[in-house]
């Protein structure tokens, strides 16, 4: 079985424009990442997920050429929906998609550059907080915060963490963030440039959960 | 619209035999029940009771008239799953359900006796921890239980909370109660039973999560 991060994500066009359906189906291998978390807790995150790709993908298959590009999307739904938008459809779908997908950049991202709790060399919840707080926090009351201060308790060994991302292959650690550090070049552009489509189309909302 | 409350259990025959139809039927008006506590952060459960619900209907809907009582389900899942049972199919999904639906019955037979925290009388967070530790808490590691234990700040006052169980009619709180009681009678003794078939058929398991 090929390792998690072996789904390369696209390389940007110089129009930074980020084609439909090579990005779903790029994020569609992101998922199970959450079960490399290793408790089922992590469950409902990975479901939240797979409800944004669900949903931005009925939109893309209802009219494929139509929606080529990302940005084809959202223009069409501001149309669309008028004073709704951009609280709608996949445009809604894609705002909160990009956040769990900067939680899993800046998670990774930190592991490869090797931050660590020196007390706690082992663990990998300074990582994982540092990229919820860079992705996430803004977005949450104060509840949800106190529930992922009790999640990130259930956040396995690094070596265990990096061992499931190579699908329980016996690789070599150094191996394995060789392949992270490669797989996050094109997986950061992408995700940096629907960033960039939010701030300048004004679709991005700073309601919290 | 009707008081969530207003879709009555039938009552239980003198076998105590559970009829899968009628019990899917009522079941299926519960999942509302989590909306009513209002936040957000309830929405995982009602999925996963949602996904119990589902299970089971899937193995009825196989065959109706094979699986005209929830025992015939156990027993025939019993004979297909060997060594696998009971922790598999709708055995599973039922033995779970039974949790939710006993975590409503007490929290709800809690609220209709008055119980309540002197210092916060406008609160159930003890009806809620008190229904969390009969029917629940056992069947959750540490990590869950710290998750409850936030969670529950979220619940709702109970005024609040009786109105949303009313679907937000104005009803007396009396009124409502009333109607609480009334359901829990029927309610009860087909969870009641639920639970008993579990235990004659070795069926229960004890397993956290
Ligand atoms: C029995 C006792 C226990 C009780 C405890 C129950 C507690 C349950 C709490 C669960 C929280 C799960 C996380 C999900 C949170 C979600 O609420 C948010 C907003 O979710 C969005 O909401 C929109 C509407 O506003 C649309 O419905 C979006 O859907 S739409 O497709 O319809 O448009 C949807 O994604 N998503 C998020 O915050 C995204 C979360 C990404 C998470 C990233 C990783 C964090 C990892 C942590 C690792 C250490
Ligand atoms: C971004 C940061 C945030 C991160 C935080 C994320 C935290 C998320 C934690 C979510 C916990 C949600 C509760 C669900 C727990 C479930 O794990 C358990 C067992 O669930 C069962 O598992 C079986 C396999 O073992 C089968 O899959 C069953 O499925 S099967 O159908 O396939 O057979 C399934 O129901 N159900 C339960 O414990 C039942 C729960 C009932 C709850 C009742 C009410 C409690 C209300 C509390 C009110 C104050």
Request: proline fraction near 4%; charged fraction near 25%.
């Amino acid at each position: 079985m090929a390792l998690l991060m072996e789904h390369q994500f696209k390389q940007l066009p110089a129009d930074k424009q980020v084609e439909t359906r090579s990005f779903l189906e790029s994020v569609s291998y992101l998922p199970p990442f959450f079960d490399c978390l290793g408790s089922t807790v992590f469950a409902p995150i990975k479901a939240d997920i797979v409800g944004n790709i669900t949903t931005i993908k009925a939109v893309f298959d209802s009219n494929p050429s139509r929606f080529k590009t990302l940005q084809k999307i959202l223009e069409a739904e501001k149309e669309l929906h008028g004073a709704d938008w951009p609280k709608v459809g996949a445009t809604l779908a894609l705002m909160w998609l990009k956040r769990g997908l900067r939680f899993i950049q800046v998670l990774l991202q930190s592991l490869v550059d090797g931050e660590k709790d020196e007390n706690n060399p082992d663990l990998i919840r300074v990582n994982c907080t540092k990229a919820y707080e860079l992705a996430l926090k803004k977005y949450h009351g104060w509840l949800v915060q106190k529930l992922f201060k009790a999640a990130v308790f259930a956040a396995p060994y690094k070596a265990d963490f990096l061992k499931a991302l190579s699908k329980g292959r016996n690789v070599k650690e150094e191996d394995c963030l060789d392949k992270i550090r490669q797989f996050l070049v094109n997986f950061t552009a992408a995700n940096d440039a629907v960033y960039e489509m939010y701030t300048k189309m004004n679709a991005e909302l700073d309601y919290t959960v």
